[in-house]
């Protein structure tokens, strides 16, 4: 297959798949290239990490979900002196809000 006098561009290789318009000279990009999928090996995509838990969270060694404590950003004056001592770092997630976290980061196991 030739390109049309004036364009300038080389054929593009083989590779048993046509133009969808033969108006026009198409791109041929080497990222477009590789990024096709491979037939031979067909791999899932990879899951993303919601970035504001792993800002948030971080997973234990026995697999436990650890925050930081909540209801210290302000306010502090009403606040007893037990509440704000009890509230010192962080702490441990309950089973269903540590399913939900884990949700959001796959490959923190």
């Known amino acids: 297959m030739a390109n049309p ?12 798949y046509t133009r969808a318009s033969t108006t026009r000279p198409a ?3 080497a990222e477009s290239r590789d990024n096709r999928p491979n037939e ?7 899951m993303k990490t919601k ?4 800002k948030r969270f971080k997973v234990t060694a026995k ?4 925050a930081g404590q909540a ?4 306010g502090m004056i009403k606040r007893s002196t037990k509440f704000i001592r009890t509230a010192r770092g962080t702490t441990i997630l309950s089973k269903p ?6 949700g959001y980061m796959p490959y923190a196991r």
């Open 71 to 74: 209801g210290k950003r302000h």
């Open 5 to 16: 006098p004036g364009f300038g561009l080389a054929s593009p290789p083989d590779r048993g």
């Open 27 to 29: 791109m041929w990009h």
């Open 51 to 54: 970035s504001s838990a792993k």
């Open 40 to 46: 031979e090996d067909p791999e899932m995509p990879k």
């Open 63 to 66: 697999g436990r979900v650890v």
């Open 97 to 102: 809000d540590e399913k939900t976290v884990k």
